[in-house]
């Protein structure tokens, strides 16, 4: 049976490995990210919306009761889903940041001023472009992404075998702590022969960088993701 190396926060891990579970693939756990909630306070403002790119920003919804009542915009199925299950009715979805930006470009022509509820390590795209189109961008960090110290015991044990059909990134801050965990054991080399799947173009730099052989998803989506396992990993 082919083996996957998944390296997402652990509940992220555990939903993907099960979906690959039910397709005949066994995994290999070994998150590099742990997630922590941060007790942050929303400042007093009159904002015009709510802005989210993960689910992750509700693990402590409570600090959000005071804006409750506004527009909610997400990044993602997952964190609408999210979103929902608090009681927020998300107007406008796209996959990514890129993909919600002429949207709310598109809703928004003139300036108004958003609430952006992000992790500490984020890719600015969003925010730069809302202000460069003359809007207003509030972020409150909700939560942090903290780095793991080294991957498990088991997943070292693995690519020292070589048992490693595939390795599974979905962001490149995630793909880049495991190479640099993966360059502490000495053990990079044992990666070349494993097939590397990447969420985005993004995603893939640092795995093309290190001469890993690597597959882009033709959407940055847990679906495509897995799609592409199917593909290439047969």
Do not use: W
Request: with cysteine; proline share 5%; aromatic share 6%.
């Amino acid at each position: 049976m082919k083996q996957a190396l998944i390296l997402r926060a652990k509940e992220d891990a555990q939903r993907t490995a099960d979906k690959l579970a039910f397709l005949g693939y066994q995994s290999c756990l070994s998150p590099v990210l742990e997630i922590h909630p941060v007790n942050a306070n929303i400042p007093d403002k009159a904002y015009d919306a709510i802005l989210v790119s993960s689910a992750k920003a509700f693990l402590n919804y409570a600090q959000l009761s005071a804006v409750k009542n506004l527009p909610l915009h997400a990044v993602g199925e997952k964190t609408a889903h999210a979103a929902r299950l608090v009681n927020f009715a998300p107007q406008i979805i796209a996959g990514h940041a890129e993909a919600i930006l002429p949207l709310l470009l598109q809703r928004y022509p003139t300036p108004h001023h958003f609430l952006y509820l992000a992790g500490r390590d984020r890719q600015p795209h969003l925010e730069v472009g809302l202000r460069q189109a003359g809007h207003l961008v509030t972020t409150i960090e909700v939560y942090v992404a903290q780095a793991a110290n080294r991957l498990s015991d088991t997943a070292i044990s693995m690519i020292s075998e070589g048992a490693i059909d595939a390795a599974l990134h979905y962001s490149r801050r995630s793909a880049q702590i495991f190479l640099e965990l993966i360059k502490k054991e000495g053990l990079l080399s044992k990666l070349k022969s494993a097939q590397h799947l990447a969420l985005s173009k993004d995603v893939a730099i640092p795995l093309h960088e290190a001469g890993l052989s690597t597959h882009i998803a033709e959407k940055p989506d847990e679906k495509h993701m897995i799609d592409l396992m199917r593909k290439i990993i047969i």
